[in-house]
């Protein structure tokens, strides 16, 4: 017997997703849709305004991934102007780019994914000397690991466990995929809470440089305007100060962690569970590491793209391939366009006519506010794993030594970075890579300011620019490729389009019916418990999904918020909660 469930909406997540999944009678998933809910058209707030304050605008689309869509929206207009940025800006926006990184996704590691995999109950009946020795066998030097710690976090996740409105309140304790043992999850739930205090820790470094966090302001068309901080050694100081405990936090507990939850999930990651489309796409932009123009310098990431897993070939990635397909997404028609051409015009036509108390997704229509994005034709998948992934195969030093010292001391192949568990390991190796990259960024900018050089920003002359231009942005985000393609008229701005990492991997089918990269991921994973769908979050968590930067209103017809439900295909009504 088959099943056809939803999870609307998917919790410990930005935004609105909803997703539908057919089971066939061994409770494996055969067939998955992934619907953005919500629609913000903030492509559109952005017309008609001054190309100059389009950062500040599109930085609205995000609060998580804060300061992406600023700072490349900026690049999309210094693009446009054909302006180039001094060192001092370069090495800035890294540091400020670099501590959301260190920020964002320890968060998503510990307080948005990591309960997929540690159960809380089972934390509390842990014994704490026990899970001493636990943190020992993954760390030399464990965070935090000590009988009076673990017994104070004991304590506390009771505390939060008994009350249904705590954070701990409401899971799916005890269901059989939670395979770490009690001593393990309790690690693992020590540094949940030590999480949130470290995040607080990254936030203040964005800070320093970038005015405030979220939503820093300290970066403009040309340059950067955070002069007096850089001039300040004891500005530099703090920072690198707050790099430093966050680069242990990243070596002593997410490290060890992610080794830990990847050893209890080998061999599910070794047989590609969650692996989903294979092909892999990086932008590389961002992060660069010398003072040629954008496009030309070297960066962190490599650019490019892999498809089907063929790590031997890496192609050029040419941003005039990028286009969007609407066919299966709430707008007009059904276009692919390039998004220099892209059209963001709402065409909402709702769910299907209920059955069973249930409104479905109507999935050979349109069933989704995101776009379908697709690069040469090839649907891909972003993130931090795309970035290993392209790397690796491009023969990246940096990349290839991080990637198999941490493979080594786990003892796995790179094959079993095709996976869930691949996915969210390889989040974790590039933090080590990007905190290692800051501290020699960090240094780079103190020597340069020793050497008398202030300059922070590039003059322009506006009305001899912006006349009739048009540019692109890209970079890396945390969750993925960024793009943004601006088009500029009369000093105005004439179309703008934003192509962000969710709307890549949480996209609804193309116009050839071939699915996004949760909808792929998805196939093959099996559930444990039919009511209980924590499988499907452990692999839509690994990509870190954010709704709000992929369809950048909503319309509840048809939705029953906070309400997990599961319709038998015989007809038959089983409505859990
Ligand atoms: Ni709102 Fe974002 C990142 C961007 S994701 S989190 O990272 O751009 O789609
Ligand atoms: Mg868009």
Redesign the pocket.
């Given at each position: 017997m088959t099943s056809h469930i939803v999870v609307d909406p998917i919790t410990r997540i930005?935004?609105h997703l909803r997703i539908e999944a057919v089971l066939d009678d061994n409770n494996v998933v055969t067939k998955a849709y992934s619907a953005g809910t919500m629609f913000r058209g903030i492509e559109l707030i952005l017309k008609d305004r001054d190309p100059r304050d389009a950062g500040l605008l599109a930085m609205r689309?995000?609060g998580?991934?804060t300061g992406?869509?600023y700072w490349?929206s900026i690049r999309a207009v210094e693009d446009a102007f054909g302006v180039t940025i001094p060192k001092n800006a370069r090495l800035v926006r890294n540091l400020i780019t670099g501590s959301l990184f260190i920020h964002?996704h320890p968060v998503h590691f510990y307080n948005l994914h990591a309960l997929d995999f540690v159960d809380i109950v089972a934390a509390i009946g842990a014994d704490p000397a026990k899970a001493v020795t636990t943190a020992y066998q993954y760390s030399n030097a464990p965070w935090n690991a000590s009988v009076a710690t673990y017994q104070a976090v004991q304590a506390k996740l009771t505390s939060l466990a008994k009350s249904s409105l705590g954070i701990f309140g409401n899971a799916y304790w005890g269901n059989p995929s939670y395979r770490l043992t009690p001593e393990e999850s309790l690690v693992a739930a020590s540094h949940y809470l030590d999480a949130l205090n470290m995040q607080r820790t990254a936030a203040k470094m964005m800070a320093i440089f970038g005015g405030k966090n979220p939503h820093p302001q300290s970066i403009v068309v040309g340059g950067i305007t955070s002069v007096e901080d850089i001039a300040d050694p004891s500005r530099l100081g703090q920072f690198g100060t707050w790099l430093a405990e966050m680069t242990a936090f990243i070596e002593r507990a997410y490290m060890p962690d992610l080794v830990m939850v990847g050893k209890a999930y080998a061999d599910e990651a070794l047989a590609g569970v969650g692996a989903g489309l294979g092909s892999y796409m990086a932008y590389g932009a961002g992060f660069e590491l010398d003072d040629n123009p954008v496009g030309r310098a070297k960066t962190l990431f490599p650019s490019g793209v892999v498809l089907n897993r063929d790590l031997s070939t890496v192609l050029a990635f040419d941003q005039s391939k990028v286009t969007e397909d609407v066919t299966h997404s709430w707008y007009e028609g059904n276009t692919v366009l390039q998004p220099f051409d892209g059209i963001t015009a709402p065409n909402y036509t709702g769910l299907a006519k209920q059955s069973n108390g249930i409104a479905y997704l109507k999935t050979d229509e349109k069933y989704s506010w995101i776009k379908a994005p697709t690069y040469d034709g090839n649907r891909v998948e972003v993130g931090p794993l795309a970035r290993l992934i392209v790397g690796y195969a491009s023969g990246n030093a940096t990349i290839k030594s991080k990637v198999d010292s941490v493979l080594a001391t786990a003892g796995f192949p790179i094959t079993i970075l095709f996976s869930t568990i691949g996915r969210t390991a390889a989040r974790m190796v590039e933090t080590l890579i990007i905190a290692d990259a800051m501290a020699g960024w960090l240094n780079e900018l103190e020597v340069n300011v020793a050497q008398g050089d202030l300059q922070t920003w590039t003059p322009f002359d506006f009305s001899q620019v912006s006349a009739n231009a048009q540019g692109f942005g890209l970079s890396e985000?945390?969750?993925?490729s960024?793009g943004h393609w601006i088009k500029i008229r009369d000093g105005k701005i004439a179309n703008y389009q934003?192509v962000?990492?969710?709307?890549w991997?949480g996209s609804p089918r193309d116009g050839q019916d071939r699915p996004g990269a949760f909808e792929s991921a998805l196939v093959g994973v099996k559930l444990a418990k039919i009511d209980e769908p924590l499988e499907i979050l452990q692999t839509i968590h690994s990509f870190?999904?954010?709704l709000?930067?992929?369809v950048h209103l909503v319309d509840a017809r048809g939705r029953d918020l906070g309400t997990y439900q599961v319709i038998p295909s015989d007809g038959t009504c089983n409505v859990s909660n």
């Open positions: 930005e935004g689309i995000c998580v991934c992406v869509h490349t964002d985000a945390p969750r993925g960024l934003a962000v990492p969710t709307t991997n870190d999904p954010c709000a930067c992929a």
